[in-house]
Every structure is written in structure tokens, then in C-alpha cells.
């Protein structure tokens, strides 16, 4: 059975400052200042291991967002930004990657006190993914361009286009990687030259008010960055429909994703979505056994299932159905569950009791519904929202527990008979989701195959995993557009076509 380990572990280097930083004042971040909310209020932020408050998070509101979006509005037309030679962003982001590389203990402590997320992961996924994304992006500053184009009309012309940023941004991000999300959003939108306004999720604040700090001291000009923190419905809600923002990024449910493109219409804001998912992994006969298994164990695992991309349903070859479902289990069964901070956890407690009952809920109405459990799946009588990973077999397409998001340790395995690429493609691509998949193969032509077959965004054959250089993002209900890689950068422009006469 999984262990459960206790949660403080006194030695953890930062941990001092990361608890003074969590329960100090905190105030919102508008145009270069610290001010307090208008409204004055605030709200709690808690370990979700323990339940113990951490701090204290100001709530913003429609009259602040409204200060964030004139002072980024000035941003743009301050010729301190606007003006400034792409070397000189490209310098500035360098700088905030080595200023959260020296701060990385501290973020990592900040993070996994306020996610419940194990510090490990923190330490070997979060921060430097965070981190390489802004050298990423910072690189990019120097390399965007347009193109000449010959035009075929009467005349002698010189045409060409201009890549301009495309304005002032808002960008919503959810409690799953804090800080990841927040930086896959902040770099390409300043690498372009844009304002930015982040709200991150009101469950987990303390890192993006801890970045924020690290880019006050920075030297971008004033209002290039603005953090205001509160709730989706009141921060959220007024960005998305503010008149002064040129554009929404959103990564989220796909619920509030509907929400958000409803409030972009009034002025046709540009928006970018990266939605929920519910990624099939795909275990081929010819597949290494071993690190299949391995591998299908981990991502859906991983952060305890809370990850868009985790491999929710699985789909083996029936020659190895019982050996990679039993593996999976047996692994499941030894995942360390724990407070983040503890050196031996494995899996963390999932963000919040509502989180962890809406989990149970999918298990239970799987049963209900006449699957089966493999492992895990019981409430566990212990402080903490914690959740055991959980198997089921024998769920067919239309229960629930298959077909939605659950965002939890929860695997739905099947296993498939067919050797004919389009009948798995077909099974695997039966989902209003089309975010990622996985394909565990030693057959080239299978690789190649399902790659192309597959209607989702992004496809792994045989492992890996996030690069800021790689475009994520979804087909289907999983969202709109690309975050990552040129496309990503590109996303935060506007082309200007420019035809001049000779
Ligand atoms: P959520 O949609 O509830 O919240 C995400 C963010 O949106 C939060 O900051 C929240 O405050 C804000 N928000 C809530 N209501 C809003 C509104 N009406 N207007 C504007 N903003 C609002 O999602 P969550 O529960 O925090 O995160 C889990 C979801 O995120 C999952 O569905 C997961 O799949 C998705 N996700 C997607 C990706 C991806 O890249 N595709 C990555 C991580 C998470």
C-alpha cells in the first residue's frame, strides 16, 4: 500500500524565507508600484498537505484591473519600451532567468508549499522548465522578423511585412505549475514587446508575487509587467472583458476557456486557450514492455494526475494488457504520498478538498457504473487532500470516468486487439479532447503512422516531455492556438503588410 509520510522537514534550504515571504503584506504590482487592492480585502492561502495558512493573498478587483490596464495601455506607448532595440529585451529577460536561477531555492520551497506539489519536482520539472523557457524566449527577441514578398500587380514595389506586438495581454493561469505557466506566458509576450497583466489562480499566488518582485528589480520599464492577484470571476472575468486589452492567453478548463472567448468578443481581442485533456497512451505489441509501463505509471501520476496532459486513458495491446496493467498497479501501489517538503514523497496531496472529492466522485460513478478496480480508488482517512493512484479496467466509451477530465491520479486502461493503425487511432481519437498522446512503439511505421493519425497537438513516440522550443497545444476542445517555439512567439504579434511604390 502507499505510505504517507508527515510533511516538515526542517533542514530545506530557503524554507525560513520562503514562510517569511509567503505570510508578509502582499500587495498588487501596477505599473512599477506595489499598492494595496482598492477594495482592501485579501484572502487565504493554505498548504494543501495540512491545511495550514500560509499567507495571505490580496484579492484585486474590476477597479484595479482597470489601473493595470492604463498603466500597460502607457507601457506601450512609452518610448522606454516601445523603442527599445530588441537586444536590449533579449538582455533583460537574461537577466530575470539568472535573477529566478539564483532565487530557484526559495521559488521551489514557495511553490511546493503552495501547491502541494513534492519539492523534487519543483526543483527538477518546475523551476528550470520556467527558467529555460525565459532564455528560450529571450533568444527569440533578437530573431523576430518579417518577410519581402514579390507582388504581382502592375508597378514597381517593395513589399514586405513587420511582425508588431500585438498590444497590451492579459494572461490567466492555473494552480497546476504555477510558475511554469506563468513564465510559458510572460516570455514570448515580452520577447515580442507586449504589456503584460497576469492573474494567476487565486489557490496558488505565491510565486508570481514573489516573480514579480524579482522583475521589479529587473529595469523593465514601468507597466511592461502588472501581477494582479484574486478571484477568476472578479480579476479574471474584468481582464478578459476589458475594452483596453488587445489579448487573452488562458490556460485553464475548458468550462472557463468557453467563458473567456465569450467575453473576448466586444472587441475581438486575439486569444490564445490551452485547455483541458484527455491523453491516450497507446501501448503497441511491438512496444519495450518495461519502459512502457514506466512510462504510462508517470504520466498519469505525475504532479498526482494534475497535468493537462496527463495519460488518462491507456490502451494496450492485449499480448501485454495484463503484465503493463499489473505493472502500472504495482508501481501505483509504491508511489510515496506525502507533504512536498518531505524528501521521500512521491506524489503530493491534490490542490484543495473540493479537488479531491470531485475525484472520488469520477471513481465512484465509474464503479457504479460497472468498472473495475484494479488499485487504489478508497477515500483516505487523513488530513490532507490526498488521493491514492487509482486504476480501473473494464470502463467503455461513455462512462464519465473515460470520457471527461478528471485532473486527478485517476487511469482508465483498456486494451485493443487490432493491429490496423486506423481502427487504434480511431479508439484513442474518440474524445472531445485533442490535446496530447503518447505511442510506446519499436516499429517505425507504426511511429510514423499513429504520429500523423492522431488528431491531437502534440504526439510523443517512446517518452519525453516539454520543451520550450516544441508548439503545445490543442486540437479540439483543448484549446486555441500554440504556446512554445515560433509559433508561440508569434502568437503575441500582429503582421503588418506594408507595399511601397517605386
Ligand atoms: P480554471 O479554468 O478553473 O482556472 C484557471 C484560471 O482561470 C485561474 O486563474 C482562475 O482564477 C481563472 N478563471 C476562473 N474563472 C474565470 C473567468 N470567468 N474568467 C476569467 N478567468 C477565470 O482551471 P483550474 O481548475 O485552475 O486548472 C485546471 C484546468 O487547467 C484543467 O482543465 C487543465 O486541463 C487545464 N490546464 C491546461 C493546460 C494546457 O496547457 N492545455 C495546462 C495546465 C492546465
Redesign the pocket.
Known amino acids: 500500500m502507499n505510505t504517507i509520510s508527515a510533511t516538515s522537514a526542517p533542514t530545506i534550504p530557503s524554507l525560513r524565507e520562503a514562510r517569511a515571504f509567503a505570510g508578509r503584506k502582499h500587495r498588487l504590482f501596477i505599473g512599477g508600484n506595489w499598492v494595496d487592492p482598492a477594495e482592501g480585502q485579501g484572502f487565504a492561502t493554505s498548504d494543501p498537505a495540512t491545511g495550514e495558512k500560509l499567507g495571505e493573498i490580496p484579492r484585486g478587483s474590476d477597479v484595479d484591473v482597470d489601473r493595470a490596464v492604463a498603466a500597460a495601455r502607457k507601457a506601450m506607448e512609452d518610448p522606454a519600451w516601445r523603442d527599445m532595440k530588441p537586444a536590449q529585451r533579449a538582455r533583460l529577460m537574461e537577466r530575470l532567468a539568472d535573477a529566478m536561477e539564483s532565487a530557484m531555492d526559495e521559488l521551489g520551497v514557495l511553490e511546493s508549499l503552495d501547491n502541494g506539489k513534492s519539492l523534487r519536482d519543483a526543483r527538477n520539472f518546475d523551476l528550470p522548465h520556467a527558467i529555460a523557457t525565459v532564455r528560450y524566449n529571450a533568444g527569440w527577441a533578437t530573431k523576430l522578423t518579417g518577410e519581402t514578398i514579390s507582388l504581382s500587380g502592375p508597378g514597381n514595389w517593395h513589399a514586405f511585412t513587420l511582425k508588431e506586438p500585438v498590444g497590451v495581454v492579459a494572461q ?6 504555477p510558475l511554469a ?1 506563468a513564465c510559458a506566458k510572460i516570455a514570448p509576450a515580452l520577447a515580442a514587446g507586449c504589456a503584460v497583466i497576469l ?4 489557490e496558488t499566488s505565491l510565486t508570481a508575487l514573489r516573480l514579480a518582485e524579482i522583475i521589479a528589480e529587473i529595469g523593465f520599464p514601468d507597466g511592461v509587467f502588472n501581477l494582479i492577484t484574486g ?3 472578479e480579476v ?2 474584468a ?2 472583458a476589458h475594452p483596453g486589452v488587445d489579448k487573452v492567453t ?7 476557456g468557453r ?2 472567448l465569450k ?1 473576448a468578443a466586444g472587441n475581438f481581442k486575439r486569444v490564445t486557450l ?4 484527455k491523453t491516450p497512451v497507446i501501448i503497441m505489441p511491438d512496444a519495450d514492455v518495461s519502459k512502457a509501463t514506466m512510462g504510462a505509471a508517470m504520466s498519469i501520476f505525475a504532479n498526482a494526475g494534475q ?2 496532459n496527463a495519460g488518462s486513458r491507456l490502451f494496450v495491446h492485449e499480448r501485454h494488457f495484463e503484465e503493463v496493467v499489473d505493472g502500472v498497479a504495482k508501481i501505483a501501489e509504491g508511489i510515496k504520498l506525502g507533504g512536498g517538503l518531505d524528501p521521500d514523497t512521491q506524489m503530493g496531496p491534490v490542490i484543495s478538498s473540493a479537488q479531491r472529492n470531485r475525484i472520488h466522485d469520477y471513481i465512484d460513478g465509474g464503479l457504479a457504473d460497472g468498472a473495475s478496480l484494479r488499485t487504489g480508488g478508497k477515500r483516505l482517512e487523513r488530513t490532507g487532500n490526498f488521493v491514492p493512484p487509482t486504476v480501473l479496467t473494464g470502463t467503455s466509451a461513455e462512462m464519465a470516468v473515460r470520457r471527461e ?1 478528471i ?1 486527478g491520479p485517476v487511469l482508465c486502461a483498456m486494451s485493443f486487439s487490432e493491429d490496423d493503425l486506423d481502427a487504434i487511432a480511431a479508439e484513442a481519437n474518440a474524445s472531445d479532447y485533442g ?1 496530447g498522446a503518447v505511442v510506446w512503439t519499436s516499429n517505425l511505421s507504426a511511429a510514423h503512422g499513429l504520429a500523423r493519425k492522431l488528431k491531437a497537438g502534440t504526439v510523443r513516440v517512446n517518452g519525453g516531455g516539454l520543451d520550450p522550443a516544441l508548439p ?3 486540437f479540439k476542445q ?2 486555441w492556438g500554440r504556446e512554445n517555439g515560433r509559433e508561440g512567439l508569434e502568437a503575441y504579434t500582429e503582421t503588418k503588410s506594408v507595399a511601397i511604390s517605386y
Not at 250 to 256: D, I
Open positions: 490567466i493561469v492555473p494552480w497546476n505549475a505557466m492573474k494567476p489562480a487565486e478571484y477568476g470571476e479574471g472575468a481582464l478578459t488562458f490556460t485553464g478548463s475548458t468550462e472557463v467563458h473567456i467575453a490551452e485547455l483541458g485533456g497535468i493537462c477530465e485532473f490535446l503545445f497545444g490543442g483543448s484549446g
